[in-house]
């Protein structure tokens, strides 16, 4: 099945700081979302981003469907942006499933 | 517009006690499905719904019954919980199958449960 791989597993960001997220998925995909799973536990959307670039206040986000990958940005990190950043795309190998990333956890100090 | 709406958020049963989680969407979706998040594992499809009346099953259904009398219900039933059925659960839903090929895809979560059984 599609492989889904996300770069840096951990990030620390002092507040203020940029951050650039990674994904790398392994097979074409034409469906493509990023998530924050915040402190709470709860599930955020953030994008849907089949292909091109979107952005939302202080996040943005890139998909190259042809390179199969995309980059989460975030400007100006504030510690409300801690949390666990997910990328999800299609499974391939069960019907009906979004198969996510193992995440990026991002802290951002005061 | 209150997206996708679980009850509870938190849940602690005995083993082998019975219990149903709640999910309604108002968004008109035709696609329903419940995920358990654990740690290291990621999440998992228990099952999904394309449409009222039509249920399939995920990766994971053992030990879990799902059914859809209407497009914005779809509960989730632990028959006999056990200790392995700690975790969090999600709800989701989208307007058509997360293939790719829909016309929008985009899943929406739910706030999640958290379960524990002792």
């Known amino acids: 099945g599609i492989q889904v791989e996300q770069s840096p597993p951990d990030l620390i960001l002092q507040e203020g700081a940029n951050s650039t997220l990674r994904c790398n998925f392994s097979?074409?995909?034409?469906?493509l979302q990023w998530f924050h799973q915040n402190p709470w536990g709860q599930l955020i959307n953030l994008f849907y981003i089949p292909s091109g670039t979107k952005q939302n206040g202080r996040l943005s986000a890139t998909t190259v469907a042809t390179e199969r990958y995309s980059l989460l940005y975030i400007s100006s990190s504030q510690t409300t942006d801690s949390g666990v950043y997910f990328c999800?795309?299609?499974?391939?190998?069960?019907?009906?499933?979004?198969?996510f990333g193992a995440g990026t956890q991002v802290v951002v100090t005061p | 517009n209150a997206g996708v709406t679980q009850t509870p958020k938190f849940q602690v049963l005995k083993t082998g006690q019975s219990m149903t989680l709640q999910c309604a969407q108002d968004m008109n979706h035709e696609y329903m499905s419940w995920y358990r998040q654990d740690p290291g594992m990621g999440l998992r499809l228990i099952h999904y719904?394309?449409?009222?009346?039509?249920?399939d099953q995920g990766e994971v259904p053992n030990g879990y019954n799902v059914s859809r009398s209407t497009t914005e219900d779809f509960p989730l039933r632990l028959l006999s919980a056990a200790p392995s059925q700690t975790s969090v659960y999600f709800c989701?839903?989208?307007?058509?199958?997360?293939?790719?090929?829909?016309?929008?895809?985009?899943?929406?979560f739910g706030q999640g449960t958290r379960l524990t059984v002792v």
């Open positions: 989701a839903s989208s307007y058509s199958l997360p293939t790719g090929t829909g016309a929008n895809t985009e899943a929406f």
């Open positions: 719904s394309v449409g009222a009346g039509i249920t």
């Open positions: 999800a795309v299609p499974s391939t190998d069960s019907w009906g499933k979004l198969q």
């Open positions: 097979d074409s995909v034409n469906n």
